[in-house]
């Protein structure tokens, strides 16, 4: 149930910020790689062009850690949002993490999480555990107006885009180079818009194998 509370928090902060607008518009955005399969958990940023930005309120979001995995393991969050690591599996952790969007540790525990970290920097944040090392997640800290990830079908949708031209940005773990992320422009007018972004070069080997979920196990 806190998963599911959790989710709903971060699509509720991607909606248009300033109350929903009159002609706003649904969009889908398409992922695919140069072989013209899905890309699922791809993450999906809108920045409005031609007027002043409106980044989405901070959320107040979690990311547990389950079967010696975190859940979830990419997690996209407007820039100001917090974070709470519960440990709610039978064995104890040790998160760190050393990007300098945010560096942190949580010295060994479980069950009862730490107070939340807050997350005030713009970037990708690799998240790892000091006991296991097939612990691995990304947290995307974000100030874009509108985003969220791809689901199995490669496929991220809203309902609500105001109209206007629209920066698309992308991110996934295993672009073939994570400093580099696909970008496309978006008109965004009445009726549904629709884009298929194709990455411009296959994804990397994923970096650990044999994982239950996450964006690694297709």
Request: with cysteine.
């Amino acid at each position: 149930m806190r998963l599911r509370i959790v989710a709903l928090g971060v699509l509720l902060g991607a909606f248009w910020q300033l109350g929903e607008p009159a002609d706003a518009a649904p969009v889908r955005v398409v992922v695919h790689d140069p072989s013209g399969h899905a890309v699922p958990q791809a993450v999906v940023m809108l920045h409005a062009l031609g007027r002043p930005p409106h980044p989405a309120a901070p959320v107040r979001a979690l990311m547990d850690q389950m079967h010696r995995a975190f859940v979830p393991d990419v997690l996209v969050i407007p820039v100001g949002s917090t974070v709470t690591f519960p440990n709610t599996d039978t064995t104890r952790h040790e998160v760190y993490s050393f990007s300098s969007a945010h560096r942190f540790q949580l010295p060994l525990y479980r069950g009862k999480p730490y107070p939340p970290e807050h997350f005030d920097r713009v970037g990708v944040v690799t998240l790892g555990c000091n006991i296991h090392d097939d612990m691995l997640a990304y947290i995307v800290v974000t100030e874009a107006e509108l985003f969220g990830s791809t689901d199995a079908t490669g496929v991220w949708s809203s309902l609500e885009v105001p109209p206007g031209r629209y920066r698309v940005e992308l991110w996934h773990p295993r672009l073939a180079d994570p400093q580099q992320r696909p970008e496309r422009e978006l008109r965004v007018d009445q009726g549904t818009t629709s884009m298929t972004f194709v990455l411009p070069s296959a994804l990397r080997p994923a970096a650990l194998s044999g994982r239950p979920h996450s964006w690694d196990a297709y």
